[in-house]
């Protein structure tokens, strides 16, 4: 955690976002934003994702966009990879964070990755194998990410066990943290509360736990908070509510990052962000888009009277 | 409660919506709504406000919308009043239920209903003993709506003990019910969770509490869960998300009902209604409008796969 930061944001748009929209933006665009937003104090921010550029052309710079990321200071720069190869380059380039993405649904798992959960995993084994043997990407962490976790378009309802189970297989593996994700906007906050609470009771409290949700059902930030009430302390979002999933067809963007920040700030949870810088990353981004809508609140409805950022305690 | 509901969802948009935009619904409009909505299981609707026509047309017809309303089976019938000769109209008229609405801001409650919170709270007292003297009326709930409870758009931030203070005062002078209400749209979570705690500490577990929330900043069915996890068992929402304030500048609509319907039976709540027979509803109220937006991410997203309502614990 970043110091003065309470809460850590995670920057989806770059990754989640634009993979899901028609506009390809350009690497000099991508950077535009990339630099607005990291100036505004968002401490971490997913810029690209390492699968073949045939399957989303809109992430074919995603080595060019690291490198030129993590020359930007304090800025923690994390990228996707759906499996070995995809997380090898995306340490060549230079990624502090490698997210390594399985589904807990073995329907979605096929779909999106094309092998078994019990495939990815030895997989990840061997993304963690490689990371330990190459002394240059020993401090780069390795996020285990858990899609589908709440539930799924092809087999609809998860088994909390099954959740569980991959979590401790994950950590077992050598995962550094655990992204557990709402892929498909399926999740409710009482869902939430209820696997977080036994997550952490599974894993214990000192394994770095994430969560991304999406807004699908106007239920995102609901989310967010009954994962901040059980204690978690990452959350990823997307400026504009850009987002989405290509494999999950209804699939709306992830929770809106001014959105949640402006949520933490109120709550007292420091962020680090300036909201005004936030929203002129936001137009930046917008400027580039070709018709795609962006979402959220607090873009049109601002401060409320007497607001103040959270302080340290 | 009604029977075999967990949660009251209280439908807002036939007052808090419908009194905040240009379109003027006609009698039987209302009443086609009503009657599609009540249809689709929504046990208690606010269906106007007994103000003076010249300040809100769109409420003038308000007595006959709550005469006819109340002849629909089973259907809880409420509406606003902000002052003695309201609520003897809205009584006479035949309301279940009369909302006399005062704010914890002194400034608000100035602007809103033109005295101070003390001439408000002699003014609950002698609309409790007229209830009272009046065998006909016996039976009307008299709730006490606590305007801008989190935050004022005139004086800015509302100090937790004045709603204690105001809550105790309106239960004192009769109030058989508090509702809560975010009015401007300034309400977060942790807010939330801390004053509902605070309440019912203060006036204890056996006092109906009602929360109103609008979705300004995104945070409403946020607001909403934490209200529910403190044990807040009453909700206001509006189809659509129609709605706002039009004292209060910048105020978009409440929290959607059929968004909140989906959150609670996702999470297992009992709400009596059927959401497929609710997006009906909303169509209905949707083809009268002239232009004005409606809100929501349930209408567009529908039902996950697998999706079960919730039944008896």
């Known amino acids: 955690m970043p110091e003065g930061v309470d809460v850590l944001v995670h920057e989806m748009g770059l990754r989640d976002g634009l993979q899901s929209i028609e506009t390809i933006f350009s690497t000099e665009g ?11 104090g968002v401490p971490q921010l997913q810029v690209g994702s390492f699968v073949p550029p045939k399957l989303l052309p809109q992430m074919a710079d995603s080595a060019d966009v690291v ?50 959960t019990k495939e990815s995993l030895e997989d990840f084994k061997r993304i ?14 390795l996020s285990g990410g858990m899609a589908t976790a709440f539930g799924c378009t092809i087999s609809g309802p998860v088994s909390l066990p099954d959740v569980m189970r991959i979590a401790e297989q994950l950590l077992k593996a050598g995962a550094n943290r655990l992204n557990v994700a709402d892929t498909v906007g399926y999740a409710n906050p009482g869902q939430v509360r209820d696997l977080f609470t036994e997550l952490y009771r599974t894993v214990g409290r000192d394994v770095a736990i ?34 989405g999933c290509p494999y999950a067809p209804g699939a709306s963007g992830n929770i809106v990052t001014e959105d949640l ?13 300036d909201l005004k810088a936030l929203l002129k990353a936001r137009k930046i981004m917008e ?27």
């Open 30 to 40: 991508k950077m535009d934003w990339i630099r607005a937003e990291a100036e505004s």
């Open 67 to 116: 490198r030129q990321a993590i020359q930007i200071p304090d800025l923690v720069v994390s990228a996707l990879a759906p499996n070995l190869k995809g997380a090898k380059n995306a340490m060549e380039a230079g990624a502090h964070q490698v997210g390594v993405v399985m589904s807990i649904s073995e329907a979605h798992n096929m779909s999106n990755v094309r092998r078994s």
């Open 128 to 141: 963690v194998e490689y990371r330990d043997s190459n002394p240059a990407y020993n401090d780069v962490c």
């Open 210 to 243: 994430g969560a991304h949700f999406h807004d699908t059902r106007g239920l995102g930030l609901a989310n967010a908070f009954a994962a901040l009430e059980t204690g978690v302390r990452e959350l990823d979002a997307s400026l504009g509510g850009l987002g």
């Open 261 to 273: 920040v402006f949520m933490l700030e109120s709550m007292g949870m420091r962020t680090g962000v």
């Open 287 to 313: 400027c580039q888009l070709k018709g795609e809508p962006t979402h959220g609140t607090f873009a049109k409805a601002g401060l409320p009277l007497g607001f103040a950022y959270a302080s340290a305690a």
